[in-house]
């Protein structure tokens, strides 16, 4: 069965523009399939530059925050840039807590953390 | 089938829900169980760390309890009132030692993708208490309206 699109990727100067068509991203087996599409982001070329947008999310869960490490490690492995923007103040919350604030760069605008890159 | 060892289960107040311990069939208790909590007026903050702590614990009951083994069944009680919710989900597993889960904010385990859900679990509800040697775990949260 094709899995569900979990992300739509719009370009912008050549950064992946990645949103998030899921507001929970919370089960397990929803996360693998958007793992795998964002994966397949991070592996269309060296020096991949994404920019997660987490403004329509609103729940997160521990497997979300252990797909988004291992994103973010393949990202680096193709020495590209991955950044995070949007994040509501109740899963900013969840970044804190486990302190995986100190992991990712995270952005409050989009805007901003494209001038990032 | 196992029987739940907490005596207090067989309280009356407590509702049970009984699903294959499969990730899909784990996703069911949740919609009974929030739409009681919806209907006893919790904040949104609340519910939020319900559904969050919910989600860690059936999905540590079906991959870490049942070691993914769908013929093993996972069995939540849980009772809402105005006061608190409680939500106890037991698995048919071997059990664990819940202090001998390592912290997942340590610097050298910051990078590993796994074992952060008792963390949240602990962190978004009032009382996270492991019982039966860690076949079980009873989540409440509070009505702080």
Redo the contacts between chains.
């Keep these: 069965m094709p899995s569900a699109e979990h992300i739509i990727v719009t370009k912008n100067n050549g950064i992946n523009v990645i949103e998030f068509n899921d507001r929970k991203i919370?089960?397990?087996?929803a996360i693998r399939e958007l793992g795998e599409q964002l994966q397949d982001v991070a592996e269309s070329q060296d020096g991949v530059r994404i920019l997660l947008n987490f403004q329509n999310v609103?729940?997160?869960?521990?497997?979300a925050?252990?797909?988004l490490?291992?994103l973010d490690?393949r990202v680096k492995e193709r020495k590209g840039a991955l950044k995070l923007s949007n994040i509501n103040p109740?899963i900013y919350e969840?970044f804190k807590?486990?302190?995986?604030n100190?992991?990712f760069e995270i952005h409050e605008s989009a805007a901003r953390a494209l001038g990032a890159f | 089938m196992t029987q739940p060892d907490s005596e207090h289960i067989r309280d009356d107040r407590y509702r049970a829900i009984r699903v294959k311990s499969t990730l899909e069939d784990a996703k069911l208790p949740e919609m009974e169980i929030l739409a009681d909590v919806r209907r006893h007026r919790f904040c949104e903050e609340a519910e939020f760390a319900i559904k969050l702590a919910l989600e860690e614990a059936m999905t540590n009951a079906v991959k870490h309890g049942n070691c993914n083994d769908a013929s093993k069944q996972i069995t939540v009680y849980f009772f809402v009132d105005d006061e608190r919710a409680e939500i106890i989900v037991c698995d048919e597993g071997c059990g664990f030692e819940p202090g001998g889960v390592p912290d997942p904010t340590e610097n050298d385990r910051l990078t590993l993708p796994n074992g952060r859900g008792i963390m949240l679990m602990r962190a978004y509800m009032d009382e996270v208490e492991y019982r039966c040697n860690g076949r079980e775990v009873c989540l409440v949260k509070l009505n702080k309206r």
């Design positions: 919370l089960d397990e087996l609103e729940h997160l869960s521990s497997a925050l252990g797909m490490i291992t490690q109740q969840v807590i486990t302190r995986l100190k992991l």
